[in-house]
């Protein structure tokens, strides 16, 4: 993806503490206080989907170099729903090194249209979406299901809420369902649902959901929001434990109302990524697949077989199973065709994997050195959607290991408990590469 630039052809200087943007002409009627703080303006646009941006200085050094997304993990409230995407404090100092890169070094603004020339303020507590449940059977003929949304109140104090609170699942409609007056206690619950409260249904295929406070004043903001995949019948998405920032598929039929169940153990996981080899050859990258249960696991259904998508995709064969405790290997290469390339992995790592047993290949795509989104999805409806078993959004910057950048090793999982999200970086930890082992 090209980077985008901004050139300005006229010296000028920048005091400490200065904010200033590459912004065109029509935000100063916006934010009539930044007349003397814009620089610009810039060529082209901002892509909705993401690209990369690189701040150089006036001998071309690097100040800051990032790719931004709008795919599962990025703050959603950035897409569409008005919001800025605002840098952690943390990762201010590794942004000419792609800190930036990772999505969970990023959050939304605290308020729509962001805060362009001044430091964002840091959000303060407040209700939640804490549980969602979007694949729903009702048993009234006029109704083909009866979703619903929970809310959470993480803090120690009551928090009231008004018609100025609105539900959505639409970032361009943020008010499709304004809330009832109403109460929730400190640390309590309160949720609606789409036969007696909020007027939209939610896609069992995933999709968003946004909880906005719209006063019609400089406080309107998105107070959370998130996108989510696609559900099975009666199981929810929720966070575990309530208020969390980690989100899992809960034992049905859900816990409207009250704590959130424990999660649904996954039945496969991602257990070992090699993104970046030491001999830096697609031909040395790999992914681990782990079942953890005490049962034969298979990786395909009525619908037809599993698959890798995101940054990698893969489709594997039918009637692939993994036993228990078993491991699986898949590559970017074909392993039953290209015997001397298996020949060369199993020589480089030490290994014994044979073709179409514990070895599989070739996926599309690579994997990304620096960072990357994997999804393991289980087919639905002939495969025209998809649920994600297990998912993985790693990075080659902290807090991710970053010794698996190209010095030799592999991420390897930690744990994979039920309550142990492959989206933690402290659920992974650097290690040398052992690929089926």
Known sequence: MQAKTAHNTAARSVQPGFRGGKTPRKTIIRYPGLAN???????????????????????????????YNDSFGWPAAADGAGHSLVPLETALPGQPDGSLNYNGNWRQSTRIHGSPGADDPEPAASLLVNEVMAHTDYPNSQLTSNDWIELYNPTGADMAYDDRWYLSDDPTNLKKWALPAGVVPAGGWVSFDQVSGFNFGLSKEGEYVFLSYLPGTAEDRVVDC?????????????????????WFF???????????????????????????????????????????????????????????????????????????????????????????????????????????????????????NSGERIDLQEPQDMGTWWITVDQV??????????????????????????????NDPANWTAAPPSPGD
């Open 393 to 422: 959004i790693y990075s080659d910057y902290s807090p991710w290991p970053v010794s698996p950048d190209g010095y030799g090793e592999a991420l390897m999982r930690l744990s994979s408990a039920p309550t142990a999200s492959g």
């Open 250 to 368: 809960l034992a049905a039929p859900g816990t409207r109302g009250a704590a959130n169940a424990d999660p649904i153990q996954p039945p496969v996981v991602i257990s070992e990524i090699m993104y970046h080899p030491t001999r830096d050859t697609d031909d040395d990258e790999y992914l681990e697949l782990y079942n953890p249960t005490d049962a034969t696991v298979n990786l395909y259904n009525q619908e037809g077989s599993w698959r890798l998508d995101s940054g990698i995709s893969y489709i594997f064969p039918m009637q692939l199973s993994i036993p228990a405790g078993g491991r699986i290997v898949v590559v970017g290469f074909d392993p039953a065709v290209e015997t001397a390339r298996l020949t060369a992995f199993n020589t480089t790592y030490g290994s014994t994997l044979t073709a179409g047993t514990d070895i599989f290949g070739p996926w599309s795509g690579n994997l990304s």
């Open 37 to 67: 703080r814009i620089a610009g303006e810039y060529s082209g646009r901002l892509s909705n989907d993401g690209e990369r941006i690189t701040l150089i200085d006036s001998i071309n050094g690097v100040i800051a170099d990032f790719e």
């Open 226 to 246: 998130l996108k989510f995949g696609g559900q099975e019948n009666s199981i929810s998405w929720g966070r575990f434990p309530d208020g969390d920032s980690r």
